[in-house]
Nanobody, 121 residues
Framework: QVQLVESGGGLVQAGGSLRLSCAAS????????MGWFRQAPGKERLFVAR????????SYADSPEGRFTISRDNGKNMVYLQVNSLKPEDTAVYYC??????????????WGPGTQVTVSS
């Protein structure tokens, strides 16, 4: 069982930055690939970024256009998403997830409750 809790969301002006964090409660954190997804109101949950078990490989959706960076610290059971040059269209609930190496929500078994990011214009 893996419990995940996100933090670091909030209200930010366009062009600003946030660092989202996800704390995992498990002894087997390094067994899992980790992903970040986001879901805007009335929209489906979309892949944002993923990182492999060791942190050596990561990949991103096309939409953030190089503005997002995922990282992890296995010693602290943490995964991070640095989000820069935020745009109003980045407004969404951001979720971290633990599971297999994939880009679909169904590739991930465990989910956090999410953290709200709101970008004002």
């Amino acid at each position: 069982q893996v419990q995940l809790v996100e933090s670091g969301g909030g209200l930010v002006q366009a062009g600003g930055s946030l660092r989202l964090s996800c704390a995992a409660s498990t002894r087997t954190f390094s067994n899992y690939a980790m992903g970040w997804f986001r879901q805007a109101p009335g929209k489906e949950r979309l892949f944002v970024a993923r990182i492999n078990w060791s942190g050596s490989v990561s990949s991103y959706a096309d939409s953030p256009e190089g503005r997002f960076t995922i990282s992890r610290d296995n010693g602290k059971n943490m995964v991070y998403l640095q989000v820069n040059s935020l745009k109003p269209e980045d407004t969404a609930v951001y979720y971290c997830a633990a599971g297999n190496w994939g880009t679909a929500p169904t590739d991930y078994e465990y989910w956090g409750p999410g953290t709200q990011v709101t970008v004002s214009s």
